[in-house]
């Protein structure tokens, strides 16, 4: 448990941010449950809080699950499941490390899975990854299906620990069964896409029904529920000014997120709120890919040697050990791998363990560290306000190395590095229930621009036009019309408030009144820093679809115009986009007038999922 009664208290004083959620949470007349996913590259963890009329609810861990045995810390397990040739489930978690399991799991070819989370990534996210950098996926199984059958195991194991730990535990969850929220925690650059697929697996996995899913399942990124987690264990009483920003580094075992907020309110004593200043980043340098550079020095360092096959076994203890226990690059370290009959002089092999310079395992930790230093770098330039505090957070915080590296890599320019006391691999489970609770985020900054692709009336006059007359045509409305112009709805960094919306208007001309009932839109992100007025004039990687919006327009009348080549009758629709970005997931809805009073419906975000 993280948070006393009397700091969920103050927690809950936050009437100013939102308003709607303290009084959800202060004035319930029925038992409810949140529970909150985390569930990460290489360890997963639940969080949860029992939400009952008149009492302040407490934030607990499980922390006990089938065959763990601290494995990642009492509160986590590894995110690592097999399955049988038919593709049914066989072990997860702890479970999956069993050494009797493991030798039934090779004498049956069982199909081991991990770092799973990945093959979800947005795929602009990183150039030096791909799938088949991966350790693949069984035949027939989708990153969903792996995704929903851990969501379900973990569902499983909260559920039993909550029963046992409950008095008369059973009448409990009876009580709260139809009455639970989710909360999936990912990182900081999933996109929409990878959002509209968790409620998907949520509802596969048996967690919510499909239609209930979008209801009962929210997000938070990874590094917001962070923030939440760093105040309710007090860790950002000591700030007291809300002159200067704070960056929250959560270095986990796939991505490190980088978020920047403002202190806008609160204190101590509760009652706090924060903004971002600057987009927020995530790198594909988590602490599994020190491991990784570490198996590919192996794989050099032991060609021709007996020991080449164990290369994987070797990379493994590493991964246990030696990177974990690595804080002095003048030192040698040693992989513990073997018995004392294991030796090869020529590869600094004796007694079963491999020496390593400290210099060289430095190297498999620099790309992290200069990933972070560069963001941290990158983050400050843009941020509206000065940056005078670095947290850190996550289970690769908990390396002595890489704090140490980044703290020095950052002392000159004056910050304040610090990672809070207590379990630093539970913060993201645990502050994804207090972002439930409470949201203290007030207003977000866009991660990228938003926009459209349109045309514009062709002005030969202008030299851009000019230069693009090979691709003009004569449009419904008989003027001649260029191509390829991006119109922006929402600017990069715009600071985005929950409510706030960011509209443009668009006309679509059709030759008959009435040509269809729904209209669809695909909507672009830009993920440079200035958007060009003409899409080919950036490079092709830097535009992306991020997804398509299709609204019903039945009820739309259309006015009728006169064609300029023509002079017959075209028909013209007159809409407006609106967007809204303040929560953490995309909404959008399409506007009119109809004898000047706006009539506006939801439309249908629809991503690409495959």
């Given at each position: 448990m993280i948070a006393s009664g009397n700091w969920i208290r103050q927690w809950?004083?936050?009437?100013?941010?939102t308003p709607k959620r303290v009084d959800r949470h202060t004035k319930i007349s029925l038992r409810e449950e949140v529970i909150a996913f985390d569930?990460?590259?290489?360890?997963s963890g639940a969080s949860f809080a029992k939400l009952e009329p008149g009492r302040i609810p407490d934030i607990l861990g499980v922390t006990r699950y089938p065959a763990q045995h601290k494995v990642g810390g009492n509160s986590k397990i590894p995110s690592i499941i097999y399955y049988n040739a038919n593709g049914n489930v066989q072990a997860v978690g702890a479970e999956a490390m069993d050494e009797a399991f493991l030798e039934r799991a090779e004498d049956e070819g069982y199909a081991k899975v991990e770092w799973f989370k990945l093959h979800l990534r947005p795929k602009e996210l990183a150039t030096h990854i791909s799938d088949k950098d991966l350790p693949s996926l069984p035949a027939g199984k989708r990153p969903i299906d792996v995704f929903a059958d851990f969501l379900q195991y973990l569902f499983d194991c909260t559920r039993k620990f909550i029963v046992?730990?409950?008095y008369d535990g059973e009448s409990y969850w009876k009580s709260v069964q139809d009455n639970i929220d989710f909360v999936l925690t990912h990182p900081n650059g999933w996109e929409g896409c990878q959002q509209a697929l968790m409620p998907k697996a949520a509802a596969k996995a048996g967690l919510v029904d499909k239609e209930s899913a979008q209801a009962q399942v929210q997000f938070v990124t990874e590094g917001e529920a962070s923030l939440h987690y760093c105040i309710a264990g007090g860790t950002l009483n000591a700030i007291e000014n809300m002159g200067g920003g704070i960056i929250i580094v959560d270095a986990g075992g796939g991505t490190i997120d980088l978020s920047a907020?403002?202190?806008t309110g609160g204190g101590a004593d509760g009652g706090w709120s924060f903004q971002e200043i600057a987009p927020v980043q995530?790198?594909?340098q988590g602490s599994i890919f020190v491991t990784r550079r570490a198996r590919e020095y192996l794989k050099g360092r032991l060609s021709g040697t007996r020991f080449v096959e164990d290369v994987q076994h070797i990379s493994e203890c590493f991964d246990a050990t030696t990177k974990?226990?690595?804080?002095d690059r003048s030192s040698p370290y040693y992989i513990r791998f073997g018995g004392r009959r294991d030796i090869d002089k020529t590869a600094d092999i004796r007694n079963g363990q491999m020496k390593l310079n400290g210099d060289v395992v430095a190297g498999f930790f620099q790309p992290s560290i200069n990933a972070i230093l560069q963001a941290i770098k990158t983050l400050r330039r843009v941020a509206r306000m000065p940056v005078k505090t670095v947290l850190i957070v996550g289970g690769f915080a908990a390396s002595d190395w890489l704090f140490s590296r980044v703290r020095e890599g950052l002392g000159s320019d004056g910050l304040m590095v610090f990672r809070p006391d207590g379990h630093l691999n539970k913060a993201v489970a645990d502050g994804a229930v207090l972002y439930y609770l409470d949201h203290i985020v007030t207003k977000r900054a866009a991660k990228f621009s938003y926009g459209i692709e349109s045309t514009a009336h062709y002005e030969p006059a202008y030299a851009d036009h000019l230069a693009r007359r090979r691709f003009v045509y004569r449009g419904v409305s008989g003027r001649w019309t260029v191509p390829g112009v991006y119109s922006e709805i929402l600017a990069k960094g715009t600071v985005v408030e929950e409510e706030t919306e960011f509209r443009r208007p668009f006309v679509r001309d059709y030759t008959c009144p009435k040509p269809t009932n729904i209209i669809e839109d695909e909507i672009l992100?830009?993920?440079?820093?200035?958007?060009?007025?003409?899409?080919?004039?950036?490079?092709?990687?830097s535009f992306s679809t991020l997804c398509t919006i299709k609204s019903d327009v039945t009820t739309v009348q259309l006015r009728p115009g006169i064609n300029a080549h023509t002079k017959g009758t075209y028909y013209i629709l007159d809409f407006e986009?609106?967007?809204l970005l303040g929560l953490t997931e995309l909404k959008a809805q399409v506007a009119w007038k109809e004898n000047g009073v706006e009539k506006r419906c939801p439309a249908v975000v629809v991503y690409d999922d495959e």
């Open positions: 809950l004083k936050l009437a100013d941010a569930v990460g590259t290489t360890f046992e730990m409950t907020y403002q202190k995530c790198h594909l974990l226990g690595f804080r992100c830009y993920r440079g820093e200035d958007p060009p007025a003409w899409i080919s004039d950036a490079p092709q990687e986009i609106i967007l």
